[in-house]
């Protein structure tokens, strides 16, 4: 049962090199979610999707995009990396994104941008 | 908005003591609440959630919370701590978005426990 799958577990870029952060679910969950974890912040929600074929903006979106290319999958794009996108990146998904509904999240991405 | 706050940025206790993880939130209604554990290198594991049903809730390992509406506290418990409970906790209460609800994430607790 992998319910959540992200890849790469580790990555390091250049500055101002690209690459995308990939997520998968096998739940059938509508909604999907991308945060970023920092010392000492907590998580912050980068963007998410509330259903196949939506996404918006969360806290943190400047520098990052997405796709929701279908239901299963959730990708995060970096396309000109700063040192400050240096982070463990988290994807996450639910059932129908209900405020009691339980948010299950991946094993995390480290990345570090030099 | 809705928002938590965690006391603590970090908690030590003894192996066997009892663990006490504080969390108050803000908000104007009945929120749903949640405490999440991450171990060193880990993703996050729900361990319980409040949704306006019992106030007191139980979760996974021991862990218990008591919703307290009169306090806005959401303070997590465990009576006798374990060397494998040494891990990050979070507090989190959903947000409405557009078409969704997002978490919410308190800053973290780090619980730290001494053999």
């Known amino acids: 049962n992998a319910g959540v799958t992200q890849t790469p577990k580790f990555q390091v870029l250049k500055t101002g090199q690209s690459m995308t952060l990939q997520c998968a679910q096998d739940?059938?969950?509508?909604?999907m979610y991308w945060y970023r974890q920092d010392p000492g912040m907590g998580l912050r929600l980068i963007y998410y999707?509330?259903?196949?074929?939506?996404?918006d903006k969360g806290e943190v979106p400047n520098g990052y995009n997405v796709s929701r290319l279908n239901k299963r999958e959730f990708s995060l794009r970096l396309e000109s990396a700063a040192p400050s996108q240096t982070s463990v990146y988290f994807c996450?998904?639910?059932?129908?994104?209900?405020?009691?509904?339980?948010?299950?999240f991946g094993e995390g991405s480290w990345l570090t941008v030099v | 908005a809705q928002s938590v706050t965690q006391l603590d940025s970090h908690v030590s206790v003894s192996e066997g003591t009892p663990v006490l993880l504080r969390c108050n939130y803000s908000?104007?209604?009945?929120?749903?609440l949640f405490w999440y554990v991450q171990h060193p290198n880990k993703g996050l594991q729900l361990l319980l959630k409040?949704?306006?049903?019992?106030?007191l809730v139980k979760g996974i390992n021991g862990f218990e919370a008591e919703f307290k509406k009169s306090e806005t506290s959401f303070h997590l418990t465990k009576p006798s701590a374990h060397m494998s409970d040494a891990a990050e906790y979070f507090c989190?209460?959903?947000?409405?978005?557009?078409?969704?609800?997002?978490?919410?994430f308190g800053k973290g607790t780090k619980l730290s426990v001494i053999p």
């Open positions: 996450a998904s639910s059932d129908t994104g209900a405020s009691g509904n339980t948010i299950y």
């Open positions: 739940m059938n969950h509508n909604s």
């Open positions: 999707s509330a259903s196949e074929g939506t996404t």
């Open positions: 908000s104007s209604y009945s929120p749903s």
């Open positions: 409040y949704t306006s049903a019992a106030t």
């Open positions: 989190v209460s959903p947000l409405k978005g557009a078409g969704s609800y997002q978490l919410t």
